[in-house]
């Protein structure tokens, strides 16, 4: 049951005070502070204090990895040219995401992804199911055979309280108006 974002932080704002379960913020032209309070949080990405605009979303490419199945790529032949090949995949991770994950991410971390690609067996990521589905459509245009493993359902149902390029990611959110301590 989230309560609504204050107006103090139509035009921007600033972070200032991050706790594990919290983040304290003032208006631009504000003095009043508000707690945004993360109830069940599961992640969170801080960039800068500052911000412009905040809003809290139920859909956003930041929750796909909460609200898709992770399915798992294998590949069982050889790239001609694996740096192209991965170059191909990165700006897909961009384009996908739209540039708020990265595809290293989602990268088997036993194994470079180069080399993988150049020996032409092995894991080669495990990602989002629509980032899984590219991946295969670039590897199927290069050559190189894969064949994707089905993951769980998604996990739970998440919301992201976005701050410009910060943002958290938790089952709800309440704003509290705080008072001096």
């Known amino acids: 049951m989230a309560h609504p974002i204050p107006e103090s ?15 304290d913020l003032i208006g631009r032209n504000a003095t009043d502070q508000w707690r945004a309070r993360f109830i069940g949080k599961s992640e969170f990405h801080f960039v800068d204090s500052v911000f412009e605009s905040v809003t809290l979303v139920a859909e956003h490419p930041v929750l796909m990895d909460y609200h898709e ?22 700006v897909g991770a961009e384009k996908h995401f739209a540039g708020w994950r990265a595809m290293v991410r989602y990268l088997n971390p036993d ?10 067996s092995g894991m080669l990521l495990r990602a989002p199911r629509t980032y899984v589905e590219s991946c ?3 590897l199927d245009e290069r050559g190189v055979r894969s064949e994707s493993i089905r993951g769980s359902a998604p996990r739970k149902a998440t919301k ?6 910060n943002f958290i ?8 108006q705080v008072t001096s301590e």
């Open 9 to 23: 932080f139509n035009r921007g704002g600033r972070v200032v005070r991050r706790q594990s379960t919290f983040w």
């Open 69 to 90: 199945p992770m399915d798992t790529l294998f590949i069982s032949s050889s790239a001609n040219d694996p740096d192209a090949v991965l170059h191909e995949l990165e």
């Open 111 to 120: 194994f470079p992804a180069r080399d993988l690609l150049f020996t032409g």
């Open 136 to 138: 295969s459509e670039i």
């Open 160 to 165: 992201a309280l976005l701050l410009d390029s």
């Open 169 to 176: 990611v938790a089952e709800d959110f309440v704003f509290e």
